[in-house]
């Protein structure tokens, strides 16, 4: 019998010392992520709205829009995914359909954090949390579905209470101690900004640190998230900036240079591993199921067409 991803996750987590699981904002970024051999991505909430709607990370899309892409996600790869699942859209009551979704998606573990609603991304200005009491009373909610539909679901607690409006180092390890105690499997404290920070935050949190390498916090190399103690590590919005930059600079000289910069852009690719567009997609497969499923019939329609040819 096939392990579910949730287990595989945990395996990945418990081997450690550091796993670093780097963000994706859709099915393709995702792909690219397995080609190269990462273990477990990460489908960005940031990158879920801005490649989506094209509207920032402030709680702009919901939770369908979510769950559609994590769904695309999830079925693209071989590899867990670990989503960003905002502050479960609603209250604890929402939580339950939140994450019977979630894994019904295929995603092995979820982080849910205790903004306030509508939310916005941890590394800008003006967040604020909601009571604790209500923040437990997800993550038990959340605990106790992930129990009855999957137990190695992963449940990750993120806490904006560090830089929220009114808010502290002191409260948001608080939070994360008391949402591990009630079912989270890894806590993670959004939004340290300096180095001393993140070495209290290793220190005081009872059980395994979830670490978001961005923004305002300190970046550490793989050996030194190993010295600090940290379980896992995300670097959310890696491909989503590159994509940009190298959407908006194309762009830009084919507005200038009209389309044959397109031609010449794409010359610098002809030996990347990736330049393959058709390959990387899937005709290969394509071709391979036609012939499996559809007979050799099926198979005469290459001997005389023009365009890319799929390996026999």
């Excluded at 990462?38 to 509207?55: D, E, K, P």
């Excluded at 009571?131 to 997800?138: D, F, R, T, V």
Aim: glycine share 10%; aromatic share 6%.
């Amino acid at each position: 019998m096939n392990k579910r991803q949730s287990t595989r996750l945990r395996e990945l987590i418990k081997a450690g010392p550091t796993l670093f699981v780097p963000g994706c904002y859709n099915a393709m970024s995702a792909r690219v992520l397995e080609n190269v051999g990462f273990g477990a991505i990460y489908m960005s909430g940031y990158g879920t709205s801005l490649s989506l709607t094209g509207l920032p990370d402030a709680g702009l899309v919901t939770m369908s829009e979510v769950i559609t892409n994590a769904r695309y996600i999830a079925q693209a790869v071989s590899i867990p995914v670990i989503a960003d699942a905002d502050n479960g859209y609603g209250n604890a009551i929402n939580v339950i359909r939140t994450v019977r979704e979630f894994i019904g998606a295929g995603i092995a573990g979820i982080h849910l954090e205790d903004q306030v609603s509508p939310k916005r991304c941890g590394h800008v200005a003006g967040r604020l949390v909601v009571p604790i009491e209500e923040a437990l009373g997800k993550m038990r909610a959340a605990d106790a579905t992930r129990k009855e539909l999957d137990p190695d679901f992963v449940l990750i607690a993120r806490t904006d209470a560090r830089g929220a409006s009114g808010g502290s180092l002191d409260e948001a390890i608080r939070r994360g101690n008391a949402l591990l105690a009630a079912g989270a499997d890894l806590a993670f404290v959004e939004g340290p900004t300096s180095v001393d920070e993140v070495r209290r935050i290793c220190a005081e949190i009872r059980g395994p640190v979830f670490y978001n390498m961005t923004g305002v916090s300190p970046r550490y190399s793989q050996e030194e998230m190993k010295a600090l103690g940290i379980a896992v590590t995300i670097a959310p919005g890696a491909l989503m900036r590159v994509s940009l930059t190298a959407m908006h600079d194309l762009a830009v000289q084919m507005r200038d240079e009209g389309p044959m910069a397109e031609a010449r852009f794409f010359e610098k690719f002809g030996g990347h591993p990736l330049g393959d567009l058709h390959t990387f997609a899937g005709f290969d497969r394509i071709r391979a199921w036609e012939k499996e499923f559809l007979g050799e019939e099926a198979m005469a329609k290459y001997t005389d067409s023009v365009g890319h040819m799929p390996k026999k």
